[in-house]
């Protein structure tokens, strides 16, 4: 079982180091980790956020596990070489078009939610999110406008097939959770073109599957409910640009980004599953890299979605999960749980307990 490590900037590689430790401690045969440079730290060292070693070294894996990219000495480069790059080309060339974002407020953390204890109790959903194509990978640019003024654009759009093959996803992932079978499709097809044709394949896509409770909703009216009435959640369906914002919002509804993990996966079958990239949802945090103040959790929790879903350890997976959740109701928490724990103490405390 071959894991490209990819840390990455900022707190990319405090949190991923407690996350390897999590795996090492598992001691499972046969796991090889490769190190690997993405993102600014990657350009700095290699002229390029995404070197073609870096790529073929996550080609040549089973799952890639990674960090964060972002680094704000890198805001002036020309866009193709900032290290947002690195993540964006990872998931175009792997072909990583199912992302999977679980939101879900850990049981006795529902004081650290912003939202009312009673309504934060029944915030328990994935996000589905489309992640190759929309406005993200279009043809993009900047012109002079007719007053003369700059002028950006950016293309979004999305083809049926793509639609379909992400829809799919969400149904099959919609019946994994053995909850009430409901996806909730979230588009802005009372103003997009994109939107519509989005709305309609979603709609054709369920024909063949009949057990699936499918509805949809407006984007503007999905991020109100998030927040207002989460119970009726079960997998919401979305696009990239609009699942990219409403998975910070659900992750803000939990009570910390330091909490919420990922995966991003494809077709391609490795000899021991489904290749995939895990990665926290939280960014490179430069303010406060490099302090070791930064929670590891959605790393380690991530490991453990690795583990599920691309070498299909389920009982790894549920320990590592049960190990954070016991953490948490023990009261390791970090600073943005508004607790004093570093990165390597709430590592400790999750081994431990692991
Ligand atoms: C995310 C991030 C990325 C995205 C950035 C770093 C390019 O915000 O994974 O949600 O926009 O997809
Ligand atoms: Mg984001």
Redesign the pocket.
């Given at each position: 079982m071959k894991i490209a490590v990819l840390p990455g900037d900022g707190i990319g590689p405090e949190v991923t180091r407690e996350a390897v430790r999590v795996l090492e401690a598992l001691d499972l045969p046969g796991l090889t980790l490769f190190d690997g440079d993405v993102g600014g730290i990657a350009y700095k060292r290699h002229g390029h956020p995404l070197p073609l070693e870096t790529l073929t070294m996550a080609k040549e894996s089973d799952a890639v596990l990674f960090g964060a990219?972002?680094d704000p000495e890198c805001d002036n480069l020309e866009r193709s070489l900032r290290p947002?790059q690195a993540?964006?080309g990872l998931r175009k060339e792997l072909d990583l078009f199912a992302n999977l974002r679980p939101a879900k407020v850990f049981e006795g953390l529902e004081h650290l939610s912003p939202l009312k204890p009673e309504i934060a109790k029944t915030l328990d959903l994935l996000i589905v999110r489309e992640?190759t194509g929309d406005v993200?990978f279009g043809d993009k640019g900047e012109k002079v406008a007719l007053d003369g003024s700059r002028e950006g654009w950016d293309m979004m759009s999305y083809c049926e097939t793509e639609v379909q093959r992400i829809a799919l996803t969400a149904f099959r992932a919609s019946r994994g959770r053995g909850d009430k079978h409901r996806v909730t499709s979230v588009d802005k097809a009372n103003v997009l073109e994109t939107s519509q044709v989005w709305r309609d394949s979603v709609k054709a896509a369920a024909v063949s599957h009949p057990d699936i409770t499918l509805d949809h909703m407006y984007v503007d009216n999905a991020a109100m409910q998030i927040i207002s009435n989460p119970a009726q959640f079960g997998v919401i369906l979305t696009g990239?640009l609009f699942g990219?914002i409403l998975?910070?919002l659900a992750s803000a509804a939990v009570g910390s980004i330091g909490l919420l993990a990922?995966a991003s996966m494809g077709e391609r079958r490795t000899a021991h599953g489904i290749f995939g990239l895990y990665?926290p949802?939280h960014?490179s945090a430069p303010d406060i890299a490099g302090e070791g103040k930064a929670n590891p959790m959605a790393t380690i929790l991530s490991a453990a979605m690795m583990l599920r879903h691309s070498f299909g350890m389920e009982a790894e997976a549920a320990r590592i999960d049960a190990a954070v959740g016991k953490a948490l109701s023990d009261g390791i928490h970090g600073g943005d749980l508004g607790g004093d724990y570093g990165t390597q103490a709430i590592g400790d405390a999750v081994l431990e307990r692991l």
């Open positions: 990219v972002g947002e993540i964006l992640l993200y990239n990219d998975s910070d990922s990665e949802i960014g």
